[in-house]
């Protein structure tokens, strides 16, 4: 199939969606009025509540969302199943139910105050269901802090040529922040401005890399130390001093890269000469349900419903802008998913001809791992508009958002901590101590390495996420009297899916070949976790069908 004609078909559907399903769950379930009062201006305290500009919000919202997931995500399934299955997914799984989740799961929240979605369980469904979920994303936010700072670390050190721009960026969105916010310069003026400044550290950052003079160990030491110290301050920070305007000027590296990559293809239109079915399993394990869980952001992500409650939910000025950040975001991740699907079936080669073999795909995999694959693949199919810095900039734009996620999730994690300790530990209702909270065991288990014992089981977990977050929906619109098929059916193909994948990877660990009873047990519970809160649901769920039934 010609790559090109995947483009073009990716573009439109995904438009559609927006034009057509997009208002749809918007009129129906929504019905978004600009002049309710959202909680950035009821509760505007200048630091986690503050209204924002709707494309610097969305800036924030798909930084925050976006980065390695949807890459990674799309290239691991590729490479297990094919990538018939994978775009199939890809497209209605992005459409129909993660651009859903993302974009309810904002607004049921600024419906509630600006609380998180855990929290907003124990009004829809119940207290006991609500520390269950608590406490479960409390766990995973700590160890995607953990993970997320680790690799931060290995990514200075390994590709000095990213620590300029990694870190120029902060003064520059700081600067950026008080001129929209404080001075009122035009947003287009500060725009131009602060990206020529992030083009200039980019280029600097590739003419000046910097590599400290140390052994290993304790190179990755002091980076590690300052990128953690750097999201424990940024965690606290007013939100427009640092927060907005630097993942919006970084969202800005993502679109063009983006763009640059829908054009290229469109000009160098590769033939996709990856398979496209491999057959119903893989070492990865059956099609169903692991291709669900691998493709993850690029379909569906419980972690976009943190954000989407957390942060998101505390800085929409307005709610007609809600559909645009929440639902339009979400496709713009799955344009990208396909972008990455793209760039290793089309831009490398799966049977590399002789003399040919750099750009064979398994090969650079072995080589340098999925990120090295997506940037020589896309390098390749950009080559028509950059040339030989094709592979850099794809590379670039995928560590951009290295530090992005970083204090995010701190702060994600300290609204959480608040909200559920809070209440008996009134100490924890302070962001220093809440944000040292997720900070300290992030640290630990990020410094030592030992997050590496259960992180094979995030996928899983996240996908768990986002099939308690849409239980959570369906409960809150059976409250309101909405239609809840938008959200019930999606619910219930992530339960059994993400309880298949559980049953199917806590059998692999207890009685595989080289059986891991750490994972083993952690299927275990997480499935038990599933089956209890479902559990708490099943009134509500009963519920809906009978509210479906007499709500058009």
């Known amino acids: 199939m010609n790559s090109a004609l995947l483009i073009v078909i990716a573009i439109a559907w995904f438009w559609a969606a927006y034009k057509w399903y997009g208002t749809k769950v918007e009129n129906k379930l929504v019905s978004p009025n600009d002049d309710l009062s959202t909680p950035a201006l009821a509760k505007n305290d200048g630091v986690d509540f503050y209204p924002s500009k709707a494309m610097i919000l969305f800036g924030h919202h798909f930084s925050s969302i976006a980065g390695a997931g949807p890459i990674l995500g799309p290239i691991a399934a590729v490479a297990a199943f094919g990538w018939g299955g994978t775009i199939l997914w890809i497209f209605l799984g992005t459409a129909f139910l993660g651009a859903v989740h993302d974009y309810l799961s904002l607004m049921i929240s600024v419906r509630h105050e600006g609380k998180s979605i855990p929290e907003i369980a124990q009004t829809v469904i119940g207290k006991r269901a609500r520390n269950l979920f608590s406490i479960f994303v409390l766990i995973t936010l700590i160890l995607v802090v953990a993970v997320f700072g680790f690799v931060a670390a290995k990514t200075l050190m390994s590709t000095p040529q990213v620590i300029i721009p990694t870190f120029g960026l902060i003064p520059v969105a700081m600067i950026f922040g008080y001129m929209v916010y404080k001075k009122n310069t035009p947003l287009t003026i500060s725009t131009i401005v602060a990206l020529a400044s992030l083009f200039f550290l980019i280029w600097l950052g590739y003419k000046i890399p910097i590599s400290l003079p140390f052994e290993a160990h304790t190179s990755f030491a002091i980076w590690f130390i300052l990128l953690m110290g750097y999201g424990l301050v940024a965690s606290v920070l007013p939100v427009w001093m640092l927060l907005q305007p630097r993942d919006y000027i970084s969202n800005w590296i993502l679109i063009i890269g983006l763009a640059l990559g829908l054009i290229g293809t469109l000009i160098s ?22 291709l669900f869980i691998m493709v993850a952001c690029g379909a569906i992500s419980g972690f976009h419903s943190l954000v989407g409650s957390g942060t998101t939910s505390k800085q929409l000025a307005k709610e007609s802008d809600g559909k645009l950040v929440g639902y339009g975001a979400m496709l713009v991740e799955g344009v990208l998913a396909t972008l990455a699907l793209l760039a290793v079936s089309a831009g490398l080669f799966w049977n590399a001809p002789a003399g040919m073999e750099q750009f064979g795909f398994f090969n650079i995999l072995s080589d340098g791992g999925p990120i090295k694959a997506f940037g020589v693949g896309y390098g390749r199919l950009v080559e028509p508009l950059l040339g030989v810095f094709g592979m850099l900039f794809g590379i670039t734009m995928l560590k951009t958002f290295v530090m992005t996620t970083l204090d995010t999730t701190i702060r994600l994690g300290r609204f959480i901590a608040s909200e559920l300790i809070g209440p008996k530990v009134p100490a924890m209702k302070n962001r220093y101590v809440a944000s040292l909270f997720i900070a300290i065991p992030a640290f630990y288990l990020g410094y030592t390495g030992t997050y590496s014992i259960i992180w094979p089981m995030f996928g899983a977990s996240n996908q768990l996420v986002a099939a308690l977050a849409l239980l959570v929906i369906t409960a809150y619109l059976v409250g309101v009297k909405k239609p809840t098929k938008y959200t019930l059916y999606p619910a219930i193909f992530m339960i059994i899916t993400t309880c298949g994948a559980l049953v199917y990877q806590g059998y692999h660990h207890l009685f595989g070949d080289k059986p891991n009873y750490v994972l083993g047990i952690t ?15 099943k009134d509500i769920l009963t519920k809906s069908k009978q509210t479906d039934s007499n709500v058009a």
Do not use: Q, R, Y
């Open 269 to 290: 239109h590769p033939t996709i000469n990856a398979p496209a079915f491999t057959g119903l399993s893989s070492k990865s394990g059956p099609i169903w349900p692991m």
């Open 523 to 537: 299927s275990i519970v997480l499935l038990i976790l599933a089956i209890v809160v479902a559990g708490e649901a």
